[in-house]
């Protein structure tokens, strides 16, 4: 039977509301099935919904099942934040300094940085150079000419995200793709600011939707892939900011710090809606 159950709705990677990437968090996600889950999601009509559940695994603070249209997710970063957020705001807290969230990759670890929450970057399923028939491919998707590549990787950290570097950032924000070619792809595309900017890199983001290919606004996996790509292969500074979301009208912030051998991927949160949804 449904039952009101405790909601928060938070933009991530802003510290203005509506700037950022919008989640929906049910915080008492216990008794929904995944079909009940899905079509909550899918309701919202936001990239991403997540539902909270008591751990499974030792020395996890809860788990977390991430859902996108049409399907669940092992692993998304916006989705890690913002429950991260919604959790401790609601009152919880961790066993130890750190969060850890267990999900469909295993558990994750989240840490305070300053007014910012950061998850360590899981390893990547797979990585290395893509083929160069599937560089052509996406290019072709993207509308681009094959020069305009400057190299191709795979980035599959739980969504198979296949990335692109190009020379420039306004070459990214002058995509206009075909989305009949994208279809059932995960596509990143990533290119750098002038050297005189604060920001390093301007990304986007396209990945397979109920109805279609969406262009996501802000998206901590890909970051988390094309850190660890572009930071191994000295492509970009072991610190660094990144800019998403503006060729939907937001404004995301992505903050990658290489720290040992783990990556850290950060941004700020902010509860737009706080109280109950009945499911």
Same mark, same amino acid.
Request: aromatic share 6%; hydrophobic share 45%; net charge negative.
């Given at each position: 039977?449904?039952? #009101?159950?405790?909601? &928060?709705?938070?933009?991530?990677?802003?510290?203005? &509301?509506?700037?950022?990437?919008?989640?929906?968090?049910?915080?008492?996600?216990?008794?929904?099935?995944? @079909?009940?889950?899905?079509?909550?999601?899918?309701?919202?009509?936001?990239?991403?919904?997540? /539902?909270?559940?008591?751990?499974?695994? #030792?020395?996890?603070?809860?788990?977390?099942?991430?859902?996108?249209?049409?399907?669940?997710?092992?692993?998304?970063?916006? +989705?890690?934040?913002?429950?991260?957020?919604?959790?401790?705001? @609601?009152?919880?807290?961790?066993?130890? +300094?750190?969060?850890?969230?267990?999900?469909?990759?295993?558990?994750?670890?989240?840490?305070?940085?300053?007014?910012?929450?950061? /998850?360590? &970057?899981?390893?990547?399923?797979?990585?290395? &150079?893509? #083929?160069?028939?599937?560089?052509?491919?996406?290019?072709?998707?993207?509308?681009?000419?094959?020069?305009?590549?400057? %190299?191709?990787?795979?980035?599959?950290?739980? #969504?198979?995200?296949? %990335?692109?570097?190009?020379?420039?950032?306004?070459?990214? $924000?002058?995509?206009?793709?075909?989305?009949?070619? $994208?279809?059932?792809?995960?596509?990143?595309?990533?290119?750098?600011? %002038?050297?005189?900017? @604060?920001?390093?890199?301007?990304?986007?983001?396209? /990945?397979?939707?109920?109805?279609?290919?969406?262009?996501?606004?802000?998206?901590?996996?890909?970051?988390?892939?094309?850190?660890?790509?572009?930071?191994?292969?000295?492509?970009?500074?072991?610190?660094?900011?990144?800019?998403?979301?503006?060729?939907?009208?937001?404004?995301?912030?992505? /903050?990658?710090?290489?720290?040992?051998?783990?990556?850290?991927?950060?941004?700020?949160?902010?509860?737009?809606?706080?109280?109950?949804?009945?499911?």
């Amino acid at each position: 039977m449904s039952r #009101p159950r405790a909601y &928060a709705q938070v933009d991530v990677f802003t510290d203005r &509301a509506c700037h950022g990437n919008g989640l929906a968090v049910v915080l008492d996600g216990e008794g929904l099935s995944a @079909a009940q889950m899905q079509r909550f999601t899918d309701w919202t009509q936001l990239s991403e919904a997540t /539902f909270v559940l008591p751990p499974t695994q #030792p020395g996890a603070d809860y788990r977390v099942r991430i859902f996108c249209p049409g399907r669940e997710l092992p692993f998304a970063g916006h +989705p890690t934040l913002g429950s991260c957020h919604a959790w401790l705001e @609601a009152g919880s807290r961790p066993q130890v +300094p750190q969060v850890v969230q267990e999900c469909g990759v295993g558990l994750v670890r989240i840490r305070r940085d300053g007014p910012r929450l950061a /998850f360590a &970057a899981p390893p990547l399923r797979q990585g290395g &150079a893509l #083929p160069a028939a599937r560089i052509e491919q996406l290019a072709q998707a993207l509308r681009l000419s094959r020069a305009a590549v400057v %190299a191709g990787a795979w980035c599959d950290n739980g #969504p198979g995200w296949q %990335a692109l570097l190009l020379e420039s950032a306004e070459q990214v $924000l002058a995509l206009q793709p075909d989305r009949a070619a $994208l279809e059932g792809l995960e596509v990143g595309v990533i290119g750098p600011h %002038a050297a005189c900017s @604060a920001l390093a890199f301007e990304v986007r983001a396209f /990945f397979p939707g109920a109805n279609g290919p969406i262009e996501d606004p802000v998206t901590g996996s890909l970051n988390a892939a094309l850190a660890q790509w572009l930071i191994g292969a000295g492509l970009a500074p072991e610190r660094y900011v990144v800019r998403q979301g503006t060729a939907l009208g937001r404004d995301g912030r992505v /903050f990658v710090e290489r720290e040992g051998a783990d990556i850290w991927i950060g941004g700020e949160s902010v509860s737009c809606i706080r109280g109950t949804v009945t499911l």
